[in-house]
């Protein structure tokens, strides 16, 4: 197999630095807006192409690059530099109000017992009360975000010093993302979800949204939990919930065996931020209220109800309610072992979902859950939600802000399309009955051959030295011509024979081992050093997850095999589809649950995913495997045709059933190797 490219040779770093290159250029032209009402259109395109960018930044990593300057440093030192280049933007209207509100904390003042437009508080106009927008309504902002308001504005009464907070507490958010991401096992680089997100660059870095306070609240609270620290969990959760009140209802999700002693610390945090402001508690509510009960702009499910039912108000209570079902069913699956990722992504995702007033900022929310748990129906609404700019122009042709509803609705369908879809298992797979959990993390690896002897040469130095006590290898060989049975003894591997075809050579595999873990790898791979270790402590550490795939990468840097390399990544995290050449694993227990791997010549990496899929998710782990490129030598795009349209054309055919699509597989196995040279 060959050697990587030297660095500067790297097709993946060049276009890396590409997709950061334009990022930055559209930082710095949002930056030279003079203010939020300027140029909406250009807007629109700038934070489109900070959406798309973004994806690439984080699925187009540059593995060698981030192996010379590392990982974390790489993510970290390009966001950074992202968010001081939009520093200087124009910043929100809100922000004027957390100055003034602050400056009435710091004076001794409740902001909640009277609106910023009462005459009492006349001696503390200023021009940060001009410019700030409804001073008519109390305000919504909780007690710990109005000690935060004052704490800032002691420095200086001006901007700076409060996005400087709220960009700490972003860049915060994104180190706690790091050691979520390490301890799960799951690719570091898919922090890049926050990190790069035009929600969080021009919401936080831009225009100097406090949600960014929330979010790393939260986040703490999950990774205070995923770290055995309940205590600093629940007062982190309390916290959050003195930032925005919303997580109030991911409380019951941390209540568990081990926890429940601390719990304590969950109604103290409520309540010491409270205290100075006590008297005007219930006037804040009243706020809240009033702000939640006239408002309603770019609502989702909202919108839709209320166009059915001819009721904003119907539609409210309604939208009230199914909120309530869901997290009465969220609480339920969790007791059954659903994760506190999964369970807080469905609360904190119904909820925005539900709401009548959507800003794009709320996004804030979700994304630290959305790094963990990628999802292609709200990565397509998150870039949608470009069109939030031209409420501004919308403004200047007939008079009000916002945003025409036919076009809202338009904008959050295919988020609900997807979603059906992503949702067709994702419900089930909680209610599901459980077997015991194996602690055992013993590997069957199964390598099925056909005159593999070159490649086998190759894989077998990097598995070997990875094995523990336990783990099988069997080598499941189609009748070989060359020396591939001589080669297996030799290195006293097991050998057995196979009809040929990968699913018929993997089930007679599957049959013939014992271990709890089955790793499927093609001789033609190349493992990188913790490729086993990484599945070890993932599968050990999630214990409800029954698939994985390590990932695929070429030696060669050549444009289409990282265009390859990119769209197997993209199928594979947000679509759950794993293929053979990303190494797929599995427990056993899974198999024999969906009837045993597919016993098929073709598509049997494709069809044991889909098999796994409403039983569990399938982890995309990031260590990938090198494979041989020479598969897609010479006729590159008619191959790509081939694939493409094989797998479309089975993925069609399962419609009318498993069995039909197995019989199916069999024609597409002669039309494959019609066109295609034999895989090793």
């Not at 710095?28 to 003079?34: F, K």
């Not at 060359?482 to 050579?505: I, K, M, V, Y």
């Not at 010549?601 to 399938?618: Q, T, Y």
């Not at 493409?644 to 494959?672: D, H, P």
């Amino acid at each position: 197999m060959e050697a990587a490219p030297a660095l500067w040779k790297d097709r993946r770093t060049w276009i890396w630095l590409g997709c950061f290159g334009a990022a930055a250029v559209a930082c710095w032209l949002w930056s030279q807006r003079p203010t939020l009402q300027s140029d909406p259109v250009l807007r629109v395109w700038l934070f489109a192409i900070l959406g798309l960018t973004g994806l690439g930044l984080t699925f187009c990593y540059p593995d060698a690059l981030a192996r010379k300057v590392g990982s974390t440093r790489l993510l970290l030192l390009s966001a950074v530099l992202l968010r001081v280049t939009l520093l200087p933007s124009a910043h929100t209207d809100d922000l004027h109000r957390y100055l003034w509100e602050g400056k009435l904390v710091r004076a001794g003042i409740n902001p909640y017992t009277q609106t910023a437009d009462d005459p009492s508080l006349a001696a503390y106009r200023d021009a940060q009360w001009e410019r700030m927008n409804h001073p008519e309504r109390g305000t919504a902002y909780p007690p710990l975000a109005q000690l935060a308001f004052a704490a800032a504005g002691i420095l200086s009464y001006h901007a700076l010093p409060l996005k400087l907070l709220f960009l700490g507490a972003d860049l915060g958010t994104l180190l706690l993302l790091f050691s979520l991401l390490r301890q799960s096992r799951l690719p570091e680089r898919w922090a890049g979800l926050y990190a790069f997100s035009p929600m969080v660059l021009i919401g936080i870095a831009a225009e100097g949204h406090y949600d960014s306070l929330f979010a790393f609240l939260l986040t703490l609270a999950w990774w205070s939990q995923a770290r055995g620290k309940p205590g600093l969990a629940w007062f982190a959760l309390a916290c959050s919930a003195q930032v925005k009140l919303v997580s109030l209802a991911l409380a019951p999700l941390f209540l568990t065996r081990s926890s429940w002693k601390q719990a304590w610390l969950w109604p103290l945090g409520l309540l010491l931020p409270a205290l100075p402001f006590w008297d005007g508690v219930d006037d804040l509510a009243r706020g809240l209220l009033v702000f939640a009960g006239e408002s309603r702009f770019n609502g989702g499910a909202y919108l839709f109800l209320e166009r059915a039912l001819d009721s904003p108000e119907l539609a409210k209570r309604l939208c009230s309610l199914l909120f309530v079902m869901v997290a009465v069913a969220t609480w339920v699956r969790w007791l059954r072992g659903l994760p506190l990722v999964d369970a807080s992504l469905w609360l904190l995702g119904c909820l925005l979902v539900l709401s009548p007033i959507v800003h794009f900022w709320y996004f804030l929310w979700i994304l630290p859950l959305l790094a963990l748990r990628p999802s292609l129906a709200w990565i397509v609404l998150l870039l949608t939600q470009c069109a939030y700019f031209l409420a501004w122009r919308h403004e200047a042709e007939v008079g009000w802000w916002g945003l025409p509803e036919d076009f809202i609705l338009w904008l959050w369908l295919p988020f609900f399309v997807i979603g059906a879809y992503e949702l067709r298992h994702a419900w089930t797979r909680g209610l599901r009955a459980r077997t015991a959990v194996d602690s055992s993390t013993s590997f069957a690896i199964l390598i099925p051959t056909r005159n593999a002897a070159t490649p086998l040469q190759t894989l077998l130095p990097t598995l070997l030295p990875q094995l523990q006590a336990g783990d099988e290898v069997l080598v499941v060989d189609a009748h070989s011509q060359d020396e591939t049975a001589e080669l297996a003894r030799a290195h006293q591997l097991a050998l057995t024979t196979s009809e040929a075809g990968r699913g018929n050579q993997i089930s007679v595999g599957v049959a013939h081992t014992r271990a709890p873990l089955i790793l499927i790898l093609h001789a033609d791979m190349r493992l990188p050093d913790e490729a086993l270790a990484t599945l070890r402590a993932f599968f050990s550490a999630n214990p409800m997850v029954e698939a994985a795939v390590l990932g695929q990468r070429f030696p060669q840097s050549k444009l289409g095999l990282v265009g390859i390399e990119v769209l197997n990544e993209l199928r594979a995290t947000l679509n759950g589809v794993g293929f053979g050449d990303q190494a797929q694993a599995f427990r056993r227990r899974a198999l024999q649950a969906v009837g045993g791997f597919p016993l098929q010549p073709l598509m049997e990496d494709v069809e044991a995913s889909l098999r796994i899929l409403p039983h569990s998710r399938i982890a995309y782990l990031g260590q990938e495997v090198a494979v041989s490129p020479a598969k897609w030598h010479g006729r590159f795009f008619q191959r790509f045709q081939l694939v493409i349209s094989l797998v479309i054309r089975y993925r069609l055919a399962r419609f009318l059933g498993k069995a039909f699509a197995a019989n199916f597989a069999k024609s597409l196995y002669a039309e494959y190797y019609q066109k295609a040279p034999p895989e090793k």
